[in-house]
């Protein structure tokens, strides 16, 4: 399921790094349109005033640890494992994100109760919404499965919950749209560039689930080392 010491600092920092990199787009947009400086900005985040107020904010809560901790928990850690010795781990990655993608259906009900919008739009948002966390899914699944951790994905997940998706028609509109533009394609291909080699297996010490298909015969599974 994830909880292992073995490997736990890479398993932390690595995926996030990655992660990071992929957002490099987004956080170059988020900096350049934040009024507060680098220095301003950091103290900001290292106050413990802040932190305190993030503890204290229930939709903070929910946002960043407990919906990344749980769905994480269920949707990797639980459901991988069970499903990957049935359907094999590349079936296995792709099944596990349309259930959590299915898991963020609530949000439909929730606009329609309270007329948020047209019945079309709510649906059409819901679609959008789908699809993109079954391709977030896809890639926490990819992540457990290669480090061995539940951590990473986690982070991964709180830092992403923190982002949003990324506000690419605004930054076509951005005054500064060129060096913008260009911070999203290199991002996109740095993160293509690394995503094999900062997830090698070897960085993590020996795979649990990768140990659990050996044991039940699938000894060619793909993503194991």
Known sequence: MGFRLEGIFPAAL??????????????????????????????VVLAPRSWA??????????????????????FRACMLPM????TGLGPAVFTCP??????????????????????GSIFLSAAFQFSYTAVFGAYTAFLFIRTGHLIGPVLCH????????PAVCA???????????AGYALGVGLFLL??????????????????LL??????EAPLCP
């Open 214 to 219: 050996e044991r039940a015969g699938d000894s």
């Open 83 to 86: 499903l990957a010795p049935c």
């Open 158 to 165: 709180s830092f992403c919950n923190y982002m949003g998706f």
């Open 98 to 119: 349309l259930f959590f993608g299915v898991a963020h259906f609530h949000h439909i009900f929730e606009q329609l109760r309270f007329r948020q919008s047209s019945v």
């Open 194 to 211: 690394l995503l094999q080699p900062l997830t090698d297996p070897k960085l993590y010490g020996s795979l649990p689930l990768c140990v």
């Open 14 to 43: 690595l995926p996030l790094l990655l992660t990071m990199i992929l957002f490099l787009g987004p956080l170059m947009q988020l900096s350049m349109d934040c009024p507060c400086d680098l220095a301003d900005g950091l103290k």
């Open 53 to 74: 107020r993030c503890l204290t904010d229930m939709r903070w809560l929910r946002n960043q640890v407990i919906a990344p901790l749980t769905e994480e928990l269920v």
């Open 171 to 181: 930054a076509l509109e951005h005054p500064q749209r060129r060096p913008l533009l």
